[in-house]
């Protein structure tokens, strides 16, 4: 029978020679999954694994050693603050996408993030449309529902899968009847002109796939992370209908690859001449969001 000390140790180890970098801490998210246990249980030491928990951890550390993630073998991952139900059906929200959402609320004067400069003021919107395109696990969707109750927001995907674990974290989060959940290719699948559209799209170069960790390129869905051949397919796509897809003085923000803020702006110099670009970076640095704001059309009478 393993003591909790010897279940630590020994999963250590094995997730260390196996190459997990966060062993340590990877080891006793594990046991607590296993046992059932919050981390006060663990120091009070219940002193022995039962024989079920003892399999039960010893199958969930052979599935890291093999790369598995985290949040696929707890089943949840923390964004925004909302534990999310996640699965292989879904990317693992990362925590470089809450600037996207932080860059949306502070649209909304938000405490969110800083205020918007004057330029980019949102008027009277008190019941705005929100979509947010490609949306995974609803990660993007749930949490701008949750803090924009007035808010409706569309989330759309070309993975029906995706859409069912989005529903799930919908309905946990109590906004399943603000949230509405569309098959289809990105902006094709909405229902008219939206406010703001905020997208994290695959966005990685395709040759650079089978160079990636063996957790995000063996365990992640393929289609939420390939961008094809330079990584830009999907801002192509979109880029060329988004001005019919966002009502005059409305705004789209995109997550980007940290060396891709350059071609964003010239697809948006192209395809929405005038609107305004800005990019901003994320906590390491790296450019992360494109903002693209419409230029309200001038009152002719004023
Ligand atoms: N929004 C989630 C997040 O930030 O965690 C998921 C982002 S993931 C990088 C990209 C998502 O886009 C995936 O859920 C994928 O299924 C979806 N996707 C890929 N191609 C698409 C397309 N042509 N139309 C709609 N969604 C697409
Ligand atoms: N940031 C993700 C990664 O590098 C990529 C997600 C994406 O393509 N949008 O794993």
């Known amino acids: ?37 919050s981390d006060l249980d663990l120091v009070r030491g219940v002193m022995y694994l039962s024989e079920e928990q003892e399999v039960r951890f010893r199958g969930l550390v052979s599935r890291r050693e093999q790369g598995e993630p985290i949040a696929y073998l707890i089943g949840k991952k923390e964004f925004m603050g909302l534990e999310l139900a996640v699965d292989q059906r ?35 919107e008190s019941h705005p449309l929100i979509a947010d395109i490609g949306t995974g696990s609803g990660a993007i969707a749930v949490s701008l ?97 988004l001005s019919t897809y966002l009502l005059p003085g409305g705004f789209a923000l995109f997550e980007i690859g940290f060396d891709q803020a350059a071609a964003l702006r010239a697809l948006a110099a192209r395809h929405l001449p005038g609107a305004r670009v800005d990019v901003y970076q994320d906590l390491a640095g790296f450019d992360r969001v494109v903002q693209v704001s419409q230029v309200v059309p001038a009152d002719p009478e004023s």
């Open 1 to 37: 029978m393993l003591t909790i000390r010897d279940a630590l140790a020994w999963a250590s180890r094995r997730l260390e020679i196996n190459g997990i970098a966060s062993y340590a801490l990877d080891a006793r998210i594990l046991l607590r999954h296993a046992l059932g246990y």
């Open 90 to 124: 879904v990317l693992v929200p990362r925590p470089e996408t809450e600037l996207l959402v932080e860059k949306a609320l502070a649209l909304f004067g938000s405490t969110y993030g800083s205020a918007p400069p004057s330029t980019t003021m949102v008027s009277d």
């Open 145 to 241: 529902a949750k803090n924009l109750p007035h808010a409706t927001v569309y989330g759309t995907d070309i993975s029906a899968d995706a859409l069912a674990v989005a529903r799930g974290n919908s309905v946990t989060h109590g906004v399943a009847a603000q949230v509405t959940l569309l098959q289809g290719h990105f902006l094709q699948a909405l229902p008219g002109p939206i406010y703001v559209i905020v997208c994290n799209p695959p966005y990685i170069p395709q040759e650079e796939i089978p160079g990636l960790d063996r957790d995000v390129r063996d365990y992640e869905p393929t289609v939420a992370l390939s961008g094809g051949k330079d990584g830009l397919n999907a801002y192509r796509s979109i880029m060329p209908n």
